[in-house]
């Protein structure tokens, strides 16, 4: 009976494995296919050296979408990143219980809000900001886009590094106080350092979670394809935003194929990240300090010195 | 250099209960602890010998809920009057804890890590500095060849030795021992006892032990606490030179502990 369980329960595993692995593949090979299928329209280096994308000539270069993404993604995980850190270190190391439990509460609203949400939100409050602040255009923009990512990264970045933290052995911690450290010596010399492997798999899902993000990009960007971005208050676009807004109207062939192949390397990104992370966290695993922290059963059991 | 010269110093602990909250897990304790000694705190599982510890360098500060009524000083100075600076106060009374606890940085820049927190030394009297703390204590032969390896590759007892390295590195008056060779093979364990009858010609050597041989071994006084059966509180039993307390002891629970029949 156990045996059969047993077999049953590893034929449907194997399964979705193989499910996952054959999708993900089919996946890669559709997208590359059809997407490498522009290379008979245009010549590679046309498609990712030309500085402008533009359907009505027939004009493909990937840098305006490119250069959108890189921009947009990279100023909002500069100010996400430490923004995000300093919340976890809040909440693992200086907030009381109940002030950690209501951010816990936060951070799980913030995870659980639609995109088109956070879009609406940056067209009424973000885009009219920057438009009033820093003057001329519409307001839509790199600047407007990476604020809206700023929100929408923070709790992918602050519940996992707040989970890195806390999986510190408390030990750690009394080793660096017992020794005269400050609580922020002990936070940035000791803390930080042993958490570095699950930090970085925080931030660089964060990151994927802005280089995907869609809709509520395209709502606050303004979706200029046709040139290189001017600066970070002017029109611009990124890759998920371009394929969203021009896939519907997309009739020629090398449109489509264009926009595809966009796709192709978003998904490449995408992978690339992934493995960053487990690179990360595979040398997090070879170090045994950074184990995680123990229940409070056997926290309590470790003060009273359990024999 | 002479500013860090450690000066053993006295820690005396005057009609002190320690609470968890409601419980008081400690009552009426009276203890002085010498310089140039080492003082052996045993007693059964659980009688607040670690709870007493934690509270001579305020780590139990830490746990929520926690109280001290009493006083306790070191050498003059009221460890928790409200003027007290907590983290001089570590710097004053190091502390090895139960299992080893080397940060996930290299030996060397654990045993520095101490020394680099105010006013870094210059480069080569760092250098110097965890030699001296690494050949105090017993790991400098082991551990020259790679300092710069994580200190994670060390074993459980040259990693305890490190423990000891980093809290003696920055000179401290106290040293503070809880258990320290409880995580240690036979060996190691031997090797930390030399140590620690070594450590006691600079310092005021405080250790909790388990291990009844540890104590007769290495310590000078000991004192031998129990748990009050009425309120489970912990109190200190009896105080001696550990010569006195092992072979004449004069309260029935000491004789029963220290000859192995109960704890
Ligand atoms: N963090 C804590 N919170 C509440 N009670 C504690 C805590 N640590 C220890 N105690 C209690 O205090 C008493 C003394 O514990 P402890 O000092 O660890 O004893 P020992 O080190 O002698 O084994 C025990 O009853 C224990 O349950
Ligand atoms: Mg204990």
Redesign the interface.
Same mark, same amino acid.
């Given at each position: 009976m156990r045996l059969r369980q047993g077999i049953v329960a590893q034929s449907i595993f194997f399964t979705a494995a193989a499910i996952v692995a054959l999708s993900t593949a089919a996946l890669l090979l559709f997208t590359g296919s059809r997407g490498l299928a522009v290379f008979g329209y245009m010549n590679p280096a046309e498609f990712f050296l030309s500085g402008s994308w533009n359907q009505n000539d027939e004009n493909f270069g990937v840098l305006p979408l490119l250069a959108g993404s890189l921009l947009t993604v990279g100023l909002a995980l500069l100010i996400s990143g430490p923004l995000a850190l300093g919340v976890s270190i809040f909440m693992v190391e200086i907030a009381p219980e109940p002030v950690r439990r209501v951010m816990r509460t936060v951070v799980e609203l913030f995870a659980a809000l639609p995109s088109v949400i956070y879009g609406l939100l940056g067209l009424t409050l973000v885009v009219p900001w920057v438009r009033e602040s820093f003057g001329g255009g519409l307001g839509k923009g790199i600047l407007a886009a990476s604020i809206v990512l700023v929100f929408m990264t923070q709790p992918t970045i602050v519940s996992i590094a707040e989970d890195a933290l806390r999986a510190l052995?408390e030990?750690?911690?009394?080793? %660096?106080? %017992?020794?005269? %450290?400050?609580r922020w010596?002990m936070i940035w010399?000791?803390l930080l350092?042993?958490a570095r492997p699950g930090l970085i798999t925080a931030v660089v899902l964060g990151t994927g979670r802005a280089v995907g993000e869609t809709i509520a990009v395209q709502m606050v960007i303004g979706n200029i394809t046709s040139r290189m971005p001017k600066s970070l208050l002017t029109g611009a676009t990124t890759m998920p935003a371009a394929i969203v807004t021009q896939l519907p109207e997309a009739t020629s062939p090398e449109h489509r194929a264009a926009l595809i192949m966009v796709a192709f390397l978003l998904l490449v990104i995408t992978f690339s990240l992934i493995a960053a992370v487990r690179a990360a966290g595979s040398r997090g695993k070879a170090?045994?300090?950074?184990r995680r922290r123990p229940s409070p059963a056997a926290q309590t059991a470790?003060?009273?010195?359990?024999? | 250099m002479d500013a860090s010269t450690p000066s053993a110093t006295t820690m005396t602990v005057k009609d002190t209960s320690l609470f968890y909250g409601g419980f008081r897990a400690v009552k009426d304790i009276n203890l002085h602890f010498r310089p140039h000694a080492v003082t052996a705190i045993i007693g059964s599982?659980?009688c607040g010998?670690?709870t007493m510890l934690?509270s001579l360098?305020r780590?139990n500060d830490? $746990?929520n809920g926690f109280r001290v009524e009493g006083t306790i000083s070191l050498g003059d100075q009221d460890v928790y009057a409200p003027t007290t600076d907590v $983290? +001089?106060l !570590?710097?004053r009374v190091?502390?090895v804890?139960?299992?080893p606890?080397?940060?996930?940085?290299s030996i060397f820049d654990n045993v520095a890590?101490?020394l680099t927190?105010?006013a870094p030394p210059k480069r080569a009297d760092l250098e110097m500095m965890v030699e001296t703390a690494l050949r105090a204590s017993a790991l400098w032969g082991e551990v020259k060849d790679k300092l710069r390896r994580?200190a994670?590759e060390l074993s459980g007892g040259q990693q305890q030795r490190l423990?000891i390295a !980093?809290?003696i590195?920055?000179r401290p008056d106290v040293l503070l021992m +809880?258990?320290p060779c409880?995580a240690l093979d036979p060996i190691s364990t031997l090797k930390v006892e030399e140590l620690i009858a070594e450590l006691k010609r600079s310092y005021t050597v405080v250790i $909790?032990t388990?291990n009844m041989q540890q104590a007769a071994r290495a310590s000078d006084v000991t004192v031998m606490m129990n748990m009050d059966e009425a309120d489970r509180a912990g109190h200190v039993i009896e105080v001696g030179a550990t010569d006195d307390i092992f072979t004449n002891p004069q309260h029935p629970q000491t004789e029963a502990y220290v000859s192995g029949r109960f704890g």
């Amino acid at each position: 009976m156990r045996l059969r369980q047993g077999i049953v329960a590893q034929s449907i595993f194997f399964t979705a494995a193989a499910i996952v692995a054959l999708s993900t593949a089919a996946l890669l090979l559709f997208t590359g296919s059809r997407g490498l299928a522009v290379f008979g329209y245009m010549n590679p280096a046309e498609f990712f050296l030309s500085g402008s994308w533009n359907q009505n000539d027939e004009n493909f270069g990937v840098l305006p979408l490119l250069a959108g993404s890189l921009l947009t993604v990279g100023l909002a995980l500069l100010i996400s990143g430490p923004l995000a850190l300093g919340v976890s270190i809040f909440m693992v190391e200086i907030a009381p219980e109940p002030v950690r439990r209501v951010m816990r509460t936060v951070v799980e609203l913030f995870a659980a809000l639609p995109s088109v949400i956070y879009g609406l939100l940056g067209l009424t409050l973000v885009v009219p900001w920057v438009r009033e602040s820093f003057g001329g255009g519409l307001g839509k923009g790199i600047l407007a886009a990476s604020i809206v990512l700023v929100f929408m990264t923070q709790p992918t970045i602050v519940s996992i590094a707040e989970d890195a933290l806390r999986a510190l052995p408390e030990s750690l911690r009394e080793g %660096a106080l %017992a020794v005269g %450290a400050t609580r922020w010596q002990m936070i940035w010399r000791v803390l930080l350092p042993a958490a570095r492997p699950g930090l970085i798999t925080a931030v660089v899902l964060g990151t994927g979670r802005a280089v995907g993000e869609t809709i509520a990009v395209q709502m606050v960007i303004g979706n200029i394809t046709s040139r290189m971005p001017k600066s970070l208050l002017t029109g611009a676009t990124t890759m998920p935003a371009a394929i969203v807004t021009q896939l519907p109207e997309a009739t020629s062939p090398e449109h489509r194929a264009a926009l595809i192949m966009v796709a192709f390397l978003l998904l490449v990104i995408t992978f690339s990240l992934i493995a960053a992370v487990r690179a990360a966290g595979s040398r997090g695993k070879a170090r045994p300090t950074t184990r995680r922290r123990p229940s409070p059963a056997a926290q309590t059991a470790a003060v009273k010195g359990g024999d | 250099m002479d500013a860090s010269t450690p000066s053993a110093t006295t820690m005396t602990v005057k009609d002190t209960s320690l609470f968890y909250g409601g419980f008081r897990a400690v009552k009426d304790i009276n203890l002085h602890f010498r310089p140039h000694a080492v003082t052996a705190i045993i007693g059964s599982s659980g009688c607040g010998k670690s709870t007493m510890l934690r509270s001579l360098n305020r780590i139990n500060d830490r $746990v929520n809920g926690f109280r001290v009524e009493g006083t306790i000083s070191l050498g003059d100075q009221d460890v928790y009057a409200p003027t007290t600076d907590v $983290v +001089d106060l !570590r710097r004053r009374v190091g502390m090895v804890f139960q299992r080893p606890n080397p940060f996930p940085m290299s030996i060397f820049d654990n045993v520095a890590f101490g020394l680099t927190l105010y006013a870094p030394p210059k480069r080569a009297d760092l250098e110097m500095m965890v030699e001296t703390a690494l050949r105090a204590s017993a790991l400098w032969g082991e551990v020259k060849d790679k300092l710069r390896r994580p200190a994670t590759e060390l074993s459980g007892g040259q990693q305890q030795r490190l423990c000891i390295a !980093r809290a003696i590195a920055t000179r401290p008056d106290v040293l503070l021992m +809880d258990e320290p060779c409880s995580a240690l093979d036979p060996i190691s364990t031997l090797k930390v006892e030399e140590l620690i009858a070594e450590l006691k010609r600079s310092y005021t050597v405080v250790i $909790v032990t388990h291990n009844m041989q540890q104590a007769a071994r290495a310590s000078d006084v000991t004192v031998m606490m129990n748990m009050d059966e009425a309120d489970r509180a912990g109190h200190v039993i009896e105080v001696g030179a550990t010569d006195d307390i092992f072979t004449n002891p004069q309260h029935p629970q000491t004789e029963a502990y220290v000859s192995g029949r109960f704890g």
